[in-house]
């Protein structure tokens, strides 16, 4: 099971980096989603990084995160900036092994293993 980290409470405009820690043996081969869901709203997909890697984002986050990994570490990220009010939620990380170059086409379902979340809440 992934273990996230790094969430807090963030002003809108800031940062704040979540990691995604696994213990799969063969971590390189995972595609790793990020998923959140924020208050009254369905969970929603946030972006994933494949095992290329590749990364891709939703529409609400591109142009301002970045989803990288670290495979020595066996930990991937999601790097947020210029956060918004509308961010807030529980961030989620899932693993997926042998997801496939497009690991936006990896339907939530389809994750292996979920982390219990870490909550972000963006408030001035």
């Known amino acids: 099971q992934p273990v996230e980290s790094g969430g807090g409470l963030a002003q809108p405009g800031g940062s704040l980096r979540l990691s995604c820690t696994a213990s799969?043996?063969?971590?390189?081969?995972?595609?790793i989603g990020w998923f959140r869901q924020s208050p009254g709203k369905e969970r929603e997909w946030v972006g994933c990084?494949?095992?290329?890697?590749?990364?891709h984002y939703a529409d609400f986050l591109k142009g301002r995160s970045t989803i990288s990994r670290d495979d020595s570490k066996k930990t991937a990220y999601l790097q947020m900036n210029m956060l918004q009010v509308e961010d807030t939620g529980v961030y989620y990380c899932?693993?997926?092994?042998?997801?496939?170059?497009?690991?936006?086409?990896?339907?939530?379902?389809?994750?292996?293993?979920w982390g219990q979340g870490t909550q972000v809440t963006v408030s001035s």
């Open positions: 799969e043996r063969n971590f390189d081969y995972f595609a």
């Open positions: 899932a693993t997926k092994r042998h997801g496939g170059a497009n690991c936006a086409a990896i339907g939530a379902s389809d994750y292996e293993n």
């Open positions: 990084i494949s095992s290329a890697p590749s990364s």
